[in-house]
């Protein structure tokens, strides 16, 4: 890329006007200036750099050290807001999940705090101290949570802690705001810093310019001395008249940009002055944001002729912009191909021949984009007086840009303010030493009534605090709500009146802290929220818990009076049934085996099994008991699966025979042992295998399979019955329920007694059944736990 130096260009002249002075100048004085001005030029060059680097490492140090602390102090505090709201979110719904939460925010909050310690320790023992008084009010405020959290403490005895957590809660944010505020003065303090190196390194160079530009008029002096007196004093008030109007033009175009109020607004006024102070045939801006892997550079602004069209894109590298970030300095390009290759296809055709002066535009050092101005062959090369206008023009844009970059991170903060106070459900109210309305956010504005337009200016105790509970007059001197702004401390109330436009009032909870400038009390923010709800749901709680209370009473006189009835059952009946059974079995023996008397046999039979049946319905009821108030004992073992799967199958092969039915059970080779209590287990197959052969028509098929599952041992019965509708399987383990409303053979209880005994033993059960093909029932145990 070929550049030109404009002060290159103008040095040939004055030698040559130096020479035709008719009276030499002495050699040493020239020596002299010389010397002098490259002394100037070259302190010039070292002492910016100096300055940059002090200016750079400050803000490295802001960067990495200050800013980062601030950002770990905010996560440190939002991560004990989202501990408190997981604390709250637990008291408020009572499920063990929350409480879990509660644990983890915890953990999270903790962590946090240790990250802002580490990032802290850099800044010194003051902030150091200011963070250990945050994590102090941290700890005073879990001290009663690590109770909840642990079981030590009910929730409800928490709830009644409630007003100390939010008084340790509302520390433990003034903490955080001391911590914020030490932070914030540790970065306002370096930036003032760079301000003033800033300050001093402008100082300075202007020093050493104008000692430059003294030293250079010397030189350029005494190389004119030679001309006549009337053609110098007329070209220096022609000089003096273009850089006086210059130097008008340039003041207002600094006006004009500094009452720009946006980026585009600042470029746009860039380009067009710039046309007019350079004689510029045209001029365009390109913009770029931080450059990054297919970053793009996008024409911004354009005035005059011969420029790309608006809103032109080219990739980032290979642009101007690319170039500049090297150099942060004007250059010149003698041919419009240089201008950046990526833009010289736009310009080849728009501009051909043309020469172009490129200014950087920056903010805070940073380029922001670049300000470029083409110039046409017959039009003549830029002189240095265009190059430094295009110079000044640049710093005067780069300062707006400055101003309008930073209104704009200030609205930005103001409009991410305004939009915490209004997303909050809690009423905020700023007030003024007055006492009066100087902030109203819209849940205060929808709880109050009024429109915040309507009460900003008016004083706070007549508009919303005037009468007691009890409907007596409020003294102003005695409301809580200007306590503060009177000289006392913050305030806080659980329960208080504020009243509506309507005149109508609501209970409230709410708290007043001050606010102070240099010491002295200049207002107060006060926070409410309507506690009309909670109230009656204090209310509502007490109602159900005394419900719960009575129902709870009635519960366990029911079950004294269930039990009573079933110990009188399994005492009162059993004993005639058993008389019974030994009765029939006497009978069966006393009749013989001939078939003269086959169908007294029969009849006998049939009193013994519903004698059976009768013992089985009662020994249900006594298990459902057992299992309902966790009475039910079971001695868990190592146990063979496969030797009762034989023996409950050995009870019911001859049952099966009788009822046409073919029974096969089978176990898998070695199966490993189960935890389980063996006649509980096989009372379990038990109940699955007289269902199965219940169900099961004459002809049907009846299988038990003992298999190896994940973790224990797989019981599957499968039969060839009726099966059962998809609509039934999930009310099959209910009580007293059963799938066919035509068979009533039992109480419904065998399968509810199943599932209460596996659930006994850890294990689970699974039911497939297709209608009109059968079903199966899989039982799974766990295995028993091996040593070592």
């Not at 009573?564 to 085996?593: C, Y």
Request: charged content about 30%.
């Amino acid at each position: 890329m070929e550049r030109s130096d404009p002060a290159r260009r103008v040095a040939p002249a004055a030698g040559r006007r130096a020479s035709r002075d008719p009276r030499p100048v002495p050699e040493w004085l020239a020596y002299l200036a010389s010397a002098f001005v490259i002394a100037s030029l070259l302190v010039l060059s070292l002492v910016p750099p100096w300055f940059n680097r002090r200016i750079d490492g400050i803000r490295q140090e802001i960067e990495r050290v200050v800013e980062p602390a601030r950002v770990q102090a905010r996560e440190q505090l939002d991560a004990v807001v989202r501990e408190i709201t997981a604390t709250r979110a637990y008291l408020l719904g009572g499920d063990p999940a929350l409480l879990e939460r509660a644990r983890d925010e915890r953990r999270n909050a903790e962590e946090a705090a240790e990250r802002a310690a580490a990032a802290m320790r850099p800044l010194g023992p003051e902030v150091l101290e200011l963070h250990g008084r945050l994590s102090a009010a941290a700890s005073r405020w879990r001290e009663r949570q690590d109770a909840l959290l642990a079981g030590e403490l009910s929730a409800r005895a928490y709830l009644a802690e409630l007003p100390e957590q939010q008084a340790r809660f509302e520390a433990l944010f003034e903490e955080a705001a001391s911590l914020d505020e030490a932070l914030a003065a540790e970065a306002a303090e370096r930036r003032t810093s760079i301000r003033r190196a800033a300050r001093r390194l402008s100082v300075v160079v202007a020093l050493l310019g104008a000692s430059a530009m003294v030293a250079s008029m010397v030189v350029a002096w005494l190389a004119r001395r030679e001309r006549a007196f009337a053609r110098s004093a007329e070209n220096a008030r022609a000089r003096a008249e273009r850089h006086a109007k210059e130097e008008r033009t340039l003041k207002e175009v600094m006006r004009a940009l500094g009452a720009s109020v946006s980026f585009r607004e600042v470029v746009e006024k860039a380009a067009e002055r710039s046309v007019e102070l350079t004689r510029a045939f045209g001029a365009y801006v390109e913009k770029f944001d931080v450059p990054e892997p297919g970053s793009e550079v996008e024409i911004v602004a354009v005035a005059g002729k011969g420029v790309p069209a608006l809103g032109t894109r080219v990739p980032y590298p290979g642009s101007l912009s690319e170039e500049l970030m090297e150099s942060h300095a004007p250059q010149v390009m003698t041919e419009v191909g240089a201008i950046g290759e990526r833009m010289a296809p736009y310009l080849t055709a728009s501009c051909p021949g043309c020469t172009g002066l490129i200014v950087p535009l920056s903010s805070g050092g940073e380029i922001l984009g670049t300000l470029v101005l083409l110039r046409r062959a017959e039009q003549g090369a830029y002189t240095v007086e265009e190059v430094e206008l295009a110079r000044a023009l640049g710093d005067a844009a780069s300062a707006a840009l400055r101003r309008v970059l930073l209104l704009e991170d200030v609205e930005r903060e103001k409009r991410a303010r305004d939009a915490l106070l209004e997303s909050t459900d809690e009423g905020i109210l700023g007030i003024d030493g007055a006492g009066c309305f100087t902030l109203v956010n819209r849940a205060a504005s929808l709880m109050l009534g009024w429109d915040p337009a309507e009460m900003l200016g008016r004083s706070v105790h007549p508009l919303i605090h005037h009468h007691r509970p009890g409907g007596v007059a409020y003294a102003e001197e005695e409301c809580p709500l200007t306590h503060v702004i009177r000289g006392g401390a913050g305030v806080r109330s659980e329960s208080d009146l504020l009243w509506r436009k309507d005149g109508s009032s609501f209970p409230a909870e709410f708290s007043v802290r001050p606010i102070a400038e240099g010491g002295v009390t200049v207002g107060a923010v006060i926070a409410f929220t309507d506690i009309t709800e909670r109230k009656q749901n204090e209310q509502e709680r007490e109602r159900l818990h005394e419900m719960e209370r009575r129902a709870r009473a009635e519960a366990e006189t029911a079950l004294r009076a269930r039990d009573e009835l079933l110990s009188a059952v399994s005492h009162d009946l059993r004993n005639p049934l058993g008389t019974i059974r030994l009765s029939a079995d006497f009978l069966l023996r006393q009749l013989g085996t001939g078939d003269e008397r086959a169908s007294e046999r029969r009849k006998v039979e049939v009193i013994g099994r519903a004698s059976e049946s009768m013992d089985h319905m009662i020994q249900d009821l006594l298990d459902v008991d057992r299992i309902d108030s966790g009475r039910l004992v079971l001695e868990l073992a190592p146990t063979d699966p496969a030797a009762v799967v034989e023996e409950t199958c050995a009870l019911f092969r001859p049952h099966a025979e009788r009822a046409g039915i073919s029974l096969s059970c089978s176990a898998s080779p070695e199966l490993p042992q189960v935890l389980a209590d063996a006649g509980g287990l096989q009372r379990i197959l038990s109940n699955l295998l007289g269902n199965a052969l219940k169900f099961t028509p004459e002809g049907g098929a009846v299988s038990v399979q003992a298999s190896a599952a994940a973790d224990g041992v797989s019981f599957a019965v499968t039969d060839t019955g009726r099966g059962i509708a998809a609509e039934e399987l999930p009310r099959l383990f209910d009580r007293h329920w059963q799938a066919s409303r035509t068979d009533r053979r039992g109480l419904g209880l065998g399968l509810a007694i199943v599932k209460g005994l596996i659930e006994a033993h850890g294990g689970a059960i699974h039911v497939e059944s297709t209608p009109g093909r059968g079903s199966t029932f899989r039982v799974a145990i766990p295995i028993a736990t091996r040593p070592g």
